[in-house]
């Protein structure tokens, strides 16, 4: 059904450009906000792609681009599903927002879907490319949309590590395909056989690293949250995100060879990632940097199982079935999180807000891991698959509290957008409703999913020994945060640890931001140095074109051939060129 | 199979003939010469397309006469050759419009602007169609000649110095390529291109090594300063006070891609990969593009004026071409011959846009285009692509190069050449994401015109070259397995058919 393929990223895409000509068109028009109204609607064929599945057939189109293939397997089609669903999600909250440009807004939202999916569905190395490359670039017109000092700062952040993200995936896609891996099937066997499989690996984990928040290429992340608009930090967190994750799935050599130095090494910068996002979270002012930093440490627990499956080849297939179990639940409940802060802030104070503070703890709940929700699954399965991992420290024990450092970050997150400003009193709207959508959708999905698409993993059954395993970080996190808020009202916190202000202790961005002073210092002096290289080949072409005249005196040639001599500096260059030339052809036998 | 016909003279009349009659019109003629100037271009490109098919099924189109004892003069139409007169003639046909649009407001001196113009087609369609080494000279010196008064055409002070620049750098580069032709010629008799390489030049290099190592030398440097290859690429940045469709026309096909075209050909039509391996000048060529690649991106970050960061770009652009056929592998030749029309596709898009910037905002330096996306929308999505693609970012042409360049470098066991495109990556994306940022994110200053009018978009005549060639860089790339498109040819010519 090559016709559902097409249709499937056509319509996003032809959407897209239809907004982007609309935004063209004077603010207020009619024509124009029903197009942004009725965009979601484009990802339609997407979703339905997704739950069609094999059925669908294999995408294989060899003129498009460098030949474009794409299939829905296990790591593909539930994640097509999550970023349709997100994404639709995010685009309804979007069509709402207030302030102009959310033409604009909706147009970047659907570049990044069509990039977002291939990269997810993507059967070749070039087409996966192509996709990562696509949402990494519209990506930063989301971070940078709102145009404040803070946006441009986060923009400038996000396309830097962006862009080495996107060359050190460009350098290994292109090893890898060398080595015989155009086929992402055949990819983690290639880059187990190649010469060069170190090297791979190394840039794999850095340019995949960056796009999923890996200790210590995180620092985008809590910058670009706060500063983009909710629905685009929805599929920030959400979605993005997980394109590196897929990255790492599909090129690593999971399962063909053990790498014990880059699977610890990678299992240690992820816990490293999944605990110590706690400490500037906590300290976070926004809210929405909180949520940052707790996607950060989810992203950990992901990179966790991934360093797992590199260190142990024969536990490879569980841990990639229970990383995309876990990224689906991850992406909507995370995404469902962002939005409830724009949900929040419409609605928190009118008629529905007891609707809207159920269903944020419904996704708070699940994203910390507390029984019964999409997390517990997500994490149950996590667990079974890395219990035999032979590791130098013992991980099963640490997962648990993953849990509880999500409970903390997302209760710091909550107290802060409750302390911020007085939130609106919207009624029932489209975005309302999405989002509902969203929730109860999001954290039923994952049980089914679970069961229906991974069928490696089991789905926890409902005893007592299952529930307390899951509750018990929660609870921990909950008793530990109403401690620390009892601590805060009875004025034992220093004011700059309660609320974060004016300035956090530690600044969102943490070990980016002394980076960033020094990477601009950097920046301005190696131009510099530049400009002083030519200064000096100029000053030396001046000398020569002294020395030419001071010969044309001595001898006293006319006038003309004086201004013959500026001919020179081409001449003595070219001569020079060919001297250097002719001795260098010389020397060689 | 070859046969002999006028067809490629055809080819160079198509716009000799506009030259000539450009030249005898008075300047107030405005209306005969455009269409003298888009009669000629519509022409060319029409019997391009009518090339295209015969030259695919494997026939070969020549024409030839005595010019010197021994010596012909040889047209010759061949698949390399026609992928480059196939891309000169679409951009001069988008560069006349654009130019005619462009020079409505400053009109002097049209006639000798437009007849120079032509001529400069007529050189780089003879270099394309050049079946041998004499023929190729000839129209490499007349394309020096023709171009110098556009680059001068402004005639003031800093005009003047720049063309004298470009005419020394030029010149001496033609003298080197004439030595080398001239040594070439006495040793090995009168040589003509052939597919993997001439077998007077192979049997010479077989004789004496020396000798051939040394003239194919000194035609490679010849070449290298069009081709801007570091340390000769003094004049290209000079050149910049060219009006602009000059710029674009000079960066993206005529002068700079003659260069690249000639390094190509010496390496693989007259020498022949193997031979001028064997002869030890392909490593030499290869540190030569690397070093060009790095320093031109290092130099254009500093620049604050738009045309002259594009002109480092170009210098570092160009230079992958060079790279393309240095590596000894098939795989990177296609990058590099591929690059030679994706190049051109963007680059010529930048430089429209960059004239379209100034003509209609004031704007010449990168810190004035704050916020100009809100003005002209258009103009900096096009100019958006063309930064994109440039980086080597998909889905723009620029992509496609860069990948067969670096599994080429991988297969020829040269993986540091890919550590060269990877930081080449970073310096483009350095300097060119801060302007396409501000562009689109920057706040407007006061530096920038300011009016009443919310758009500034300029006219048609102007806007559309630019849309259509950001169009077709975005084309080259999204279909580049189309049979015809510019990666299917390059597999082609690479491969022989």
């Keep these: 059904m090559t016709w559902l393929w097409l249709l499937a990223a056509l319509a996003p895409a032809g959407t897209a450009g239809a907004l982007a000509l609309a935004a063209l068109r004077p603010p207020g028009d009619r024509a124009r906000r029903r197009l942004v109204r009725a965009a979601p609607v484009s990802l339609l064929p997407a979703a339905a792609l997704a739950v069609a599945g094999p059925a669908a057939g294999d995408l294989d189109l060899p003129w498009l681009l460098l030949g474009t293939s794409a299939t829905l397997d296990q790591v593909g089609r539930p994640l097509l599903l999550t970023a349709a669903v997100l994404y639709a ?97 055949d990819a983690p066997a290639a880059v187990a056989a190649s010469p060069h499989t170190g090297t791979i690996v190394g840039l794999l984990l850095l340019g995949f690293g960056i796009k999923a928040g890996l200790v210590p290429l995180h620092g985008w992340l809590p910058l670009a949250h706060p500063a983009a608009p909710p629905p685009a930090s929805a599929v920030l967190s959400g979605a993005m995100v997980k394109a590196g994750l897929v990255g790492w799935l599909r090129f690593l050599p999971l399962g063909e060879v053990a790498l014990p130095g880059w699977g610890t090494a990678l299992v240690l910068l992820a816990l490293v990632g999944a605990f110590g996002a706690l400490v500037p979270g906590v300290l976070a002012r926004d809210p929405k940097v909180a949520l940052a930093y707790s996607s950060v440490s989810q992203m950990g627990f992901l990179a966790v199982l991934v360093g797992v499956a590199l260190v142990a080849p024969d536990l490879a297939p569980a841990c990639v079935l229970a990383a995309v179990v876990y990224a689906v639940h991850h992406g909507i409940a995370k995404g469902g999180l962002f939005l409830s802060v724009a949900v929040w802030r419409r609605h928190g104070a009118g008629r529905w807000r007891g609707l809207v503070v159920a269903g944020t703890a419904v996704l708070a709940l699940a994203v910390a891991g507390a029984p019964l929700g999409s997390g517990s699954v997500a994490k149950y399965a996590a667990k079974q698959a890395v219990a035999p991992a032979p590791l130098l420290v013992d991980v099963t024990a640490l997962l648990p509290l993953v849990g509880t450092v999500s409970t903390l970050l997302l209760a710091r997150a909550a107290v802060r957008l409750l302390a911020g400003p007085e939130p609106g009193r919207d009624g029932l709207d489209a975005p309302l409703v999405t989002w509902a959508v969203l929730v109860l959708g999001g954290t039923g999905a994952t049980w089914w999913l679970a069961d229906r698409w991974a069928p490696v993993l089991r789905v926890p059954r409902l005893d007592a020994v299952t529930l307390w395993d899951a509750a ?15 601590a805060a009202r009875t004025g034992r916190l220093p004011q700059r640890v309660a609320t974060g202000e004016p300035e956090p202790l530690v600044p969102a961005g943490d070990v980016l931001v002394p980076v960033e002073r020094a990477t601009g210092a950097l920046l301005a002096a190696l131009p510099a140095a530049g400009d002083r290289v030519a200064e000096v080949r100029d000053r030396a072409q001046a000398a020569v074109v002294r020395a030419a005249h001071a010969l044309g005196r001595a001898h006293r040639v006319e006038r003309a051939e004086a201004r013959l001599s500026g001919w020179v500096p081409s001449g003595v260059a070219l001569l020079a060129v060919a001297a250097v030339a002719g001795i260098a052809l010389a020397v060689t036998p | 199979m070859t046969t002999t016909t006028w067809l490629p003279v055809l080819v160079l009349a198509s716009s000799l003939v506009p030259a000539v009659a450009i030249f005898l019109l008075p300047e107030d003629r405005h209306r005969t010469r455009t269409t003298l100037n888009l009669a ?336 002209m929308p258009l103009t900096c999505a096009a100019f958006t692509v063309g930064a994109l693609g440039m980086i080597g970012l998909p889905p723009v042409a620029g992509f496609v190069s860069k990948w067969y360049l670096g599994l080429g470098a991988v297969d020829t066991g040269q993986p540091w050449v890919l550590v060269v495109l990877v930081v080449s990556s970073l310096l483009n994306a350095a300097y060119f994401l801060p302007v396409v940022g501000r562009m689109w994110w920057g706040r407007p200053g006061s530096t920038s015109r300011s009016g009443t009018r919310a758009r500034w978009e300029a006219p048609p005549a102007l806007l559309v070259p630019a849309l259509v060639t950001a169009g077709c860089s975005l084309l080259a790339a999204v279909a580049a397995g189309v049979p015809l498109a510019p990666l299917s040819m390059a597999w082609l010519i690479v491969q022989g058919g």
């Design chain 1, 89 to 185: 999600a995010t685009l309804a909250t979007a069509a709402h927002a207030r302030g102009g440009r959310a033409a604009v807004l909706a147009a970047l939202l659907l570049t990044c879907f069509v990039g977002n999916a291939t990269a997810f569905v993507a059967a070749d190395a070039a087409t996966f490319t192509v996709g990562y490359a696509v949402m990494s670039v519209a990506a930063y017109g989301l971070v940078a949309h709102d145009r404040t000092a803070a946006a441009r700062r986060a923009g400038r952040a996000y396309l830097t590590l962006g862009v080495v993200s996107e060359v050190a995936v460009l350098a290994a896609v292109v090893l890898v395909v060398s080595a015989g891996g155009l086929r992402l099937a």
């Design chain 1, 472 to 486: 018990w970080p929660v609870l921990l996190g909950v008793a530990l945060a109403c401690v620390a808020v009892v």
């Design chain 2, 40 to 375: 000629g271009a519509l022409a060319k490109v029409g019997l391009v397309v009518a090339l295209i098919p015969p030259v695919l099924a494997g026939r070969r189109f020549e024409w030839r006469v005595p010019f010197l004892p021994e010596v012909d003069l040889v047209l010759r139409v061949e698949p390399f050759g026609l992928l480059f007169l196939g891309l000169s003639a679409f951009l001069w046909l988008l560069t006349t419009v654009y130019a005619i649009g462009y020079l409505r407001t400053d009109g002097r001196h049209r006639s000798r602007f437009f007849g120079f113009f032509s001529l400069c087609v007529v050189a780089s369609s003879g270099i394309a169609l050049s079946g041998n080494l004499v023929t190729f000279v000839v129209f490499y010196e007349l394309l020096t000649l023709a171009t110098y008064p556009l680059v001068a055409h402004q005639q003031t002070a800093a005009a003047l110095r720049g063309a004298r620049v470009y005419l020394t750098y030029t010149l001496g580069g033609g003298v080197a390529l004439l030595l080398g032709a001239v040594w070439l010629t006495a040793l090995a008799g009168p040589v003509e291109f052939a597919r993997g390489g001439s077998p007077a030049v192979a049997a010479l290099a077989a004789e004496q090594p020396g000798a051939a190592r040394a003239a194919l030398a000194l035609l490679l440097v010849g070449l290298a300063v069009k081709a801007a290859l570091v340390p000769l690429h003094g004049w290209l940045p000079r050149a910049m006070v060219a009006p602009a469709p000059v710029s674009a026309l000079l960066h993206a096909v005529a002068v700079v891609k003659a260069g690249v075209f000639g390094v190509v050909l010496v390496v693989d039509e007259l020498a022949g990969v193997e031979v001028a391996a064997d002869l030890g000048l392909l490593g030499p060529l290869l540190v030569v593009a690397c070093a060009t690649i790095l320093w031109g991106s290092v130099r254009a970050l500093r620049q604050d004026g738009l045309k002259a960061r594009l002109a480092y770009s170009t210098v570092a652009q160009v230079a992958y071409v060079t790279l393309g056929v240095a590596l000894l592998s098939p795989v990177a030749t296609v990058g590099g011959v591929v690059h030679v029309v994706h190049q051109g596709l963007m680059k010529i898009t930048l430089f429209f846009c960059a004239g379209l910037l100034a003509q209609t905002l004031g704007a010449t330096r990168v810190s004035e285009l704050a916020g100009a996306g809100r003005r």
